[in-house]
């Protein structure tokens, strides 16, 4: 399965706002990911649209998660930016040809789209177990203990 690059930063952006003390901006987010503001705005009004995160206004305003790391999946990100279509859609291409297998013959789904949407559902079932919690907590494994307390200190920082 091929996800958009957005789905990386808003993954990356929903583990950062874990430990946020306060609302983070977009470019605030993307000075720290060192990635395109526009783009990556983008992809946070995709999770604030999937109510995963929420807008802050005002001078100090920003970024939030609107519910508990531990009840956002990998998955919820995913529709929020990628959509939530079957990444196979069966065309019936054994109707069409020559030879094609006549439609009242088809009684059955296709074992092409049986095997991809198999596929596709045990993807989802993966990306669905998955939360932001549990992302957060294997940064400290992965990138040291030092990491994500350092990008809270970071953001606590006054930007100017």
Avoid: N
């Amino acid at each position: 399965m091929k996800l958009s690059g957005g789905v990386e930063w808003a993954l990356h952006c929903c583990v950062v706002l874990t430990v946020a003390a306060d609302p983070v901006s977009a470019a605030r987010l993307a000075t720290l990911h060192d990635v395109s503001p526009s783009y990556l705005a983008k992809q946070l009004q995709a999770l604030s649209r999937a109510g995963l995160v929420h807008s802050v206004q005002g001078k100090t305003g920003g970024y939030v998660l609107s519910r508990k790391p531990a009840e956002v999946s990998v998955l919820d990100v995913v529709r929020a930016v990628d959509g939530s279509s079957p990444a196979f859609v069966c065309t019936e291409i054994r109707q069409r040809g020559p030879l094609g297998t006549p439609p009242e013959q088809c009684t059955a789904q296709c074992p092409i789209a049986r095997a991809m949407g198999a596929a596709d559902a045990a993807w989802r079932a993966s990306l669905a177990a998955v939360t932001i919690a549990d992302l957060a907590s294997s940064v400290e494994t992965d990138s040291g203990p030092e990491a994500l307390p350092a990008v809270a200190a970071w953001l606590a920082r006054d930007p100017d």
